[in-house]
């Protein structure tokens, strides 16, 4: 566990942490990202605890990712990323000191490493709240009065082919697979459908 006391390589496994971490709150999902994050940030907090530290370029690194989450959330997010930029370099240069009280990580690491993590971190955020915050592209409302095609044998439940798409499908009344029918209703992504009349 030695290599955890080099600054480079503590600052390398919080930055990476605080980035997963991100992105698990931003894309909530199976838990892996968020078991990633928790692994890494205990890492770097074995560090930081056995390294010289500076409470305060922790607050500005930590302050970074704050400006970075805002960030996400403007539609002109220019000055918080530079913000988050500004505060996350000047935090990761900081952050660990050698015995003289220097710091003690990289510069051009520091700069590299923040500058990348931002980026990416803004980008697939931007993408997923987009992706979550969209509409439909296809309109839902406009298979109602449609006619398809009976996949599967239809009482209570069954498949439907409509507007080029399978569908779950309900009737009252039972109807044989192969039959044309009618889309009367939508509950969620059920159709409600009935035979088609001649």
Partial sequence: MTFLLDPNVAY???????????????TPGTGYMEITALALLVAAGYSIYNLPSSPW???????????????????????????????????????????????????????????????????????????????????????????????????REGTIYVSGEEWSARSDQPILAGSRVKVVAREGLVLRVEPEQK
């Fill in 12 to 26: 390398f496994l919080l930055v990476l942490g605080m980035v997963t971490a991100m992105l698990a709150v931003i």
């Fill in 57 to 155: 370029a922790l607050a500005l690194l930590l302050g970074g990712m704050v400006f970075l989450f805002f960030s996400l959330r403007k539609e002109k997010p220019w000055l918080f990323l530079g913000l988050s930029l500004a505060s996350t370099f000047a935090g990761s240069v900081f952050l660990f000191l050698t015995p003289s009280g220097q710091a003690a990580v990289n510069p051009v690491l520091a700069l590299i490493l923040s500058s990348v993590s931002i980026g990416f971190t803004y980008y697939v955020g931007r993408r997923t709240l987009e992706a979550i915050t969209s509409l439909p592209a296809y309109d839902l409302k406009r298979l109602i009065g449609q006619t398809g095609d009976a996949l599967t044998d239809i009482h």
